[in-house]
């Protein structure tokens, strides 16, 4: 990751074609080991590609990829959400009565 950071701070500063040196140069300059061989591999596979195309390709392909249920979570509340709300409602009404009940229940006020 941190050799892919480094290429997109490259292209970012306006290098479109980073090289090796380059990259182990970002990453030098914060104390970062570069690792020679990761480095010759990301350039081997972006070489002759606009990086605005990779970005937008890698966003498709995650788009299709689950995200750990939330899809599931945001679904649930608008399938049922009409009967949830009234069932809330009644929740809140349940509690204050109990805290009246409660009152009664002593017989006496804290201002009596």
């Known amino acids: ?11 970012l500063g306006g290098n479109t074609c ?3 040196d ?3 140069d970002i ?10 061989d990761k480095i010759e591999l990301l350039l081997s596979e972006v070489k002759g590609k606009d990086i605005t195309e990779l970005i937008a390709a890698g966003r498709e392909k995650l788009a299709s990829v689950p995200s750990g249920g939330g899809a599931v979570a945001v679904a649930a ?4 959400g009409a009967a949830a709300a009234p069932a ?8 204050v009565e109990e805290k009246e009940e409660s009152d009664d229940d002593m017989g006496f006020s804290l201002f009596d």
């Open 1 to 11: 990751m941190k050799v892919i950071a480094a290429y997109l701070l490259a292209v």
């Open 18 to 20: 980073p090289s090796a």
């Open 22 to 24: 380059d990259l182990k």
């Open 27 to 36: 990453l030098g300059s914060v104390g970062a080991e570069a690792d020679d």
């Open 77 to 80: 509340p608008a399938a049922g």
């Open 88 to 95: 809330a409602e009644a929740k809140k009404e349940e509690k």
